[in-house]
């Protein structure tokens, strides 16, 4: 029986030099080193553009959610100043 080199070594963890799965999924080789994985520039510009776009929507939306509250309390205050009127025409 002949001996292999690969003795104790996977041979699917061999890195293929020029894979372009790297870009997506980075090699154990950069892991292991604590180098974090390049990020191209387009995307965080993208991810910041998107992050400022949520806070300007969750402004939108709180001035939305205290509209909602005046338009309820004006609706109840509405809503008692008729009934008060109702009880008076009716004589309650």
Wanted: hydrophobic content about 40%; glycine content about 4%; overall charge positive.
């Amino acid at each position: 029986m002949s001996k292999r080199r690969t003795i104790g070594e996977n041979p699917l963890d061999a890195v293929v030099p020029g894979n372009p799965l790297d870009v997506v999924v980075p090699s154990p080789e950069r892991q292991r080193a604590g180098r974090p994985a390049p990020v191209e520039s387009a995307a965080e510009a993208r991810l910041e553009e998107l992050e400022s776009a949520i806070k300007k929507l969750r402004v939108q939306l709180a001035e939305i959610r205290m509209e909602l509250a005046e338009v309820k309390n004006q609706m109840f205050r509405d809503s008692y100043l008729l009934a008060q009127v109702k009880d008076k025409l009716t004589g309650k």
